[in-house]
Each structure stands twice: as structure tokens, then as C-alpha cells.
């Protein structure tokens, strides 16, 4: 008899302590090699380091860390936050590669992010003119297929 495995996904709610990237980064290489992707754990392990990185340094609140395949064969790794400002880096008109101008102080991590992911983006949460529900960064990377 065989079985059919549940979609998955996870959810890491971090404090605002300097340790918390770490501890996510362990948490999501431990969510990889349960479900057999070990593979893919250097790639979202740079991803989810320059999103959360971002949100620990950037942002005042809370933060966490969201894994989860997608039907198109990708691992989605987002970062949700309370600040509703979109980082530049994500938005439109930026390409694979496009590295921040060399005397730039910041801006490396998500040319990075941009470099290593299949896809990304940024999604606000919450209602234009509303409370603000803050914004989730995500990038997705491939493997050979869903578990």
C-alpha cells in the first residue's frame, strides 16, 4: 500500500535576538533532509540568510521564516515582517546578476538573493491606506520534483 505524502510547510515565528537567523538557518537545513532535499540546502540557506539578515537589521518587530514547496516544483523560502516598506532590491526592473554600485554600503544581500533564486518578489500585507500587516519577501529555488 502505498502512501501519499500531505503538503507541507513550516513556520518559524523568530524574537528580535541576533541568534535567530542561526536558528532558522538550523531549522530549515533540519526541514530539508527530512524531507530528502538535502541538495537544496545551500542555496535556500543563502537565501533565507540575506532575507532574515534583513529583517533583523531593517526592521523594529517581530519576523519569521516560512518553507514550503510549491506546485511548480519549487522551495519557496519566505520572510515575513511587520514593516510594510519594500526593500528596493526586490522591485521591478531588477535582473538575475544586477550587483549595487561598487562605493554602495548595502544592497548585496538581495543581488545575491536575486543571483541564486529561480524567482522572487515581495508581498504586501494588509489593505492600501489600512493597518499594515507588514510584507513577506520570498524566493524560490528548484529541485527535481515534489516529495
Not at 64 to 92: F, M, N
Amino acid at each position: 500500500m502505498s502512501t501519499v505524502s500531505p503538503p507541507w510547510s513550516y513556520t518559524l515565528h523568530l524574537s528580535r535576538d541576533a541568534r535567530s537567523p542561526g536558528i532558522a538557518r538550523s531549522t530549515l537545513r533540519s526541514v530539508l533532509a527530512a524531507y530528502e532535499l538535502g541538495e537544496l540546502a545551500p542555496t535556500a540557506e543563502l537565501i533565507a540568510s540575506e532575507l532574515l539578515t534583513n529583517a533583523h537589521l531593517h526592521t523594529g518587530g517581530p519576523y519569521a521564516l516560512h518553507i514550503h514547496p510549491t506546485r511548480s516544483g519549487q522551495l519557496r523560502v519566505g520572510v515575513w515582517d511587520k514593516d510594510s516598506t519594500i526593500p528596493s532590491g526586490l522591485g521591478a526592473g531588477f535582473a538575475h546578476g544586477v550587483m549595487p554600485h561598487g562605493a554602495a554600503e548595502g544592497g548585496r544581500g538581495l543581488a545575491l538573493v536575486r543571483a541564486y533564486a529561480d524567482a522572487w518578489g515581495a508581498s504586501p500585507l494588509g489593505e492600501p491606506g489600512g493597518p499594515s500587516g507588514g510584507k513577506v519577501l520570498w524566493a524560490e529555488c528548484g529541485w527535481s520534483g515534489l516529495p
